[in-house]
Each structure stands twice: as C-alpha cells, then as structure tokens.
C-alpha cells in the first residue's frame, strides 16, 4: 500500500500564504485521485480540495475557493495546496488523502498521511 508524506505546515499571520506538499511513496497502484482534508479541535474532519491526478478540474470546499488551490506534479506522485488569504479560521491539522471509495468530497480515501499542523494566528 502507498504511503503519503505531507509537508509545509506551520505558523502563519492573516493574510499570509502557505504550501503544503503530500508526496506518494511506496506506490504500488496507480492513485486516481487525491485530496486534503482539515481538522479544526473539537470539530469533525472536514473535506478541502481534490485533484484527479489524470487531468480535469479540481474540487474544492466553498469555504476555501478563491483562497486556495490543489495541484499536482507532471509525474503524478505530489499533489500541492497552495493556500493564500489564510484566516484564523483556517487554523486545523490538514490531512493528505488518497483513492477515495467514492466521491472527491467524502473522507472515505483509503490511503491518509500522518497530518500537518496549520495555525494562523497574529
């Protein structure tokens, strides 16, 4: 089974900009598709953004469009979220996921990375 190896996070004012990278190691299939998904303390794991790795458009939450963007390597083994405009309301470990069972949006990938925390604070 693959593994995913997240990176970027950390400590950010209002305003500014984060990338976060979720690298597929140990790939023994090829991945349809990716996403990263965000937990906020004491709230439920919610959904961000997903790419197909094979092309088309991406998915995002309402909450995050305009601000953010999902992409992906020409080798299709890192997806990328390029977050902008970040607020404190952002602030949540972000989850990279992989090969859901069903659609883009639900959190039942089959694959997950251990998380990266993302704070935005003044």
């Known amino acids: 089974q693959a593994q995913l190896v997240e990176s970027g996070g950390g400590l950010v004012q209002p305003g500014g900009s984060l990338r976060l990278s979720c690298a597929v190691a140990?790939?023994?299939?090829?991945?349809?598709?990716m996403g990263w998904f965000r937990q906020a303390p004491g709230k439920e794991r919610e959904f961000v953004a997903a790419?197909?790795?094979?092309?088309?458009?991406?998915y995002y939450a309402e909450s995050v469009k305009g601000r953010f963007t999902i992409s992906r390597d020409n080798a299709r083994t890192t997806v990328y979220l390029q977050m902008n405009s970040l607020k404190p309301e952002d602030t949540a470990v972000y989850y990279c996921?992989?090969?859901?069972?069903?659609?883009?949006?639900?959190?039942?990938?089959?694959?997950w990375g251990q998380g990266t925390q993302v704070t935005v604070s003044a």
């Open positions: 790419h197909r790795m094979g092309g088309g458009s991406p």
């Open positions: 140990e790939r023994t299939f090829n991945i349809a598709t």
């Open positions: 996921a992989a090969d859901p069972q069903s659609t883009p949006y639900n959190s039942d990938y089959r694959i």
